[in-house]
């Protein structure tokens, strides 16, 4: 009995050290917390078919550099570049969303909800409304204070191989399956050509085009991605189903379709290609892992004693 009673007095003890966020933050303080988001980027959304595509990589961008502190919404100013004027967040979007779910909380309970926490609560809500799973988002996270562009060199690239994904997921305490999982977040949304056409012409001294892109695929985004290129808006959507959130995007990677040489590298690397066959396979087991993967992601780099922004853009 007295053994039971100390293992169960130690997990208290670890669950208690682990309790930053919880489900039930704003309970007291703002019950109506992500009934508002939810509205807002519902709203958004049906205005413009791109923003869940734009807030889910919001997240993924804003957690990766300096945690889950939503350094990535912080504007620049005259002495310091911020994340978000980087080359690899210039093509970042909606940042709008963000703004209007913040004011909106500031008027029903002043300086409660952190942007942080919108960023988070607003990514799982697109997945949702894409036909994605449904989770509980832990909240709680605190406001950072720095964003240096220079930061963003972290990200990871799309033209990673897999070696290079798993240190970069790693780095973040993120499992190899996480980073599969998290992968099939672009089942949702586009990208301009700069971020595969290296795949395409040049490849390597053996091979003109990427030999993992499949033929007619490859010659598909030449065609969008001719050289010289006068259209900068030009590119490819990430699975056909780019609007909903499913597994064809996994599907697309067992024929050699994947639109960053990142992705396609996951079914050609023996650690992460069983993973990939699983979720093209049952999509229902995809949605599972996403979810806790997406749970994993939103506990990196918390921060628990800072502050709330009055204004997502700008630091207190």
Same mark, same amino acid.
């Given at each position: 009995?007295?053994?039971?009673?100390?293992?169960?007095? =130690?997990?208290? %003890?670890?669950?208690?050290?682990?309790?930053?966020?919880?489900?039930?933050?704003? *309970?007291?303080?703002?019950?109506?917390?992500?009934?508002?988001?939810? #509205?807002?980027?519902?709203? !958004?959304?049906?205005? $413009?078919?791109?923003?869940?595509? @734009? =807030?889910? &990589?919001?997240?993924?961008?804003?957690?990766? %550099?300096?945690?889950?502190?939503?350094?990535?919404? %912080?504007?620049?100013?005259?002495?310091? +570049?911020?994340?978000? $004027?980087?080359?690899?967040?210039?093509?970042? @979007? *909606?940042?709008?969303?963000?703004?209007? !779910?913040?004011?909106?909380?500031?008027?029903?309970?002043?300086?409660?909800? *952190?942007? !942080?926490?919108?960023?988070?609560?607003?990514?799982?809500?697109?997945?949702?409304?894409?036909?994605?799973?449904?989770?509980?988002? =832990?909240?709680?996270?605190?406001?950072?204070?720095?964003?240096?562009?220079?930061?963003? %060199?972290?990200?990871?690239?799309?033209?990673?191989?897999?070696?290079?994904?798993? #240190?970069?997921?790693?780095? &973040?305490?993120? +499992?190899?399956?996480?980073?599969?999982? =998290?992968?099939?977040?672009?089942?949702?949304?586009?990208?301009?050509? *700069?971020?595969?056409?290296?795949?395409?012409?040049?490849?390597?001294?053996?091979?003109?085009?990427?030999?993992?892109?499949?033929?007619?695929?490859? #010659?598909?985004?030449?065609?969008?991605?001719?050289?010289?290129?006068?259209?900068?808006?030009?590119?490819?959507?990430?699975?056909?189903?780019?609007?909903?959130? $499913?597994?064809?995007?996994?599907? &697309?990677?067992?024929?050699?379709?994947?639109?960053?040489?990142?992705?396609?590298?996951?079914?050609? $690397?023996?650690?992460?290609?069983?993973?990939?066959?699983?979720?093209?396979?049952? +999509?229902?087991?995809?949605?599972?892992?996403?979810?806790?993967?997406?749970?994993?992601?939103?506990?990196?780099?918390?921060?628990?004693?800072?502050?709330? &922004?009055?204004?997502? @853009?700008?630091?207190?």
């Amino acid at each position: 009995m007295a053994k039971n009673a100390t293992v169960l007095f =130690l997990m208290m %003890i670890v669950c208690v050290s682990e309790a930053v966020l919880h489900t039930n933050y704003y *309970s007291k303080t703002c019950p109506n917390a992500e009934k508002i988001i939810l #509205q807002t980027v519902y709203n !958004a959304s049906i205005h $413009d078919p791109k923003v869940p595509a @734009r =807030l889910l &990589r919001l997240f993924f961008h804003d957690c990766f %550099i300096r945690g889950c502190d939503a350094s990535v919404l %912080i504007d620049s100013t005259p002495g310091n +570049q911020a994340e978000k $004027d980087a080359p690899p967040n210039i093509s970042l @979007r *909606s940042f709008y969303v963000i703004d209007e !779910a913040k004011s909106k909380l500031e008027t029903a309970c002043p300086h409660s909800v *952190s942007c !942080a926490d919108i960023v988070a609560i607003a990514a799982r809500d697109v997945v949702t409304l894409s036909g994605g799973p449904y989770w509980s988002v =832990l909240k709680g996270r605190k406001d950072g204070k720095i964003s240096n562009a220079s930061e963003t %060199i972290n990200l990871p690239a799309p033209t990673f191989n897999v070696s290079q994904l798993i #240190q970069s997921f790693e780095n &973040r305490g993120l +499992q190899v399956k996480d980073l599969v999982a =998290l992968s099939g977040a672009h089942t949702l949304g586009f990208s301009h050509c *700069s971020s595969f056409q290296s795949r395409l012409r040049n490849f390597s001294t053996i091979h003109d085009t990427d030999p993992t892109l499949e033929s007619g695929f490859a #010659q598909i985004l030449k065609n969008k991605c001719p050289k010289p290129n006068l259209d900068k808006n030009a590119g490819q959507f990430l699975d056909p189903t780019s609007s909903t959130f $499913d597994n064809v995007y996994y599907k &697309r990677l067992l024929e050699g379709k994947g639109v960053f040489g990142s992705d396609q590298s996951l079914f050609g $690397d023996s650690r992460t290609k069983t993973i990939v066959e699983s979720f093209a396979n049952e +999509q229902n087991l995809f949605f599972k892992e996403f979810a806790a993967s997406m749970v994993k992601l939103g506990n990196v780099g918390v921060i628990e004693n800072g502050n709330v &922004r009055f204004n997502c @853009r700008v630091v207190n």
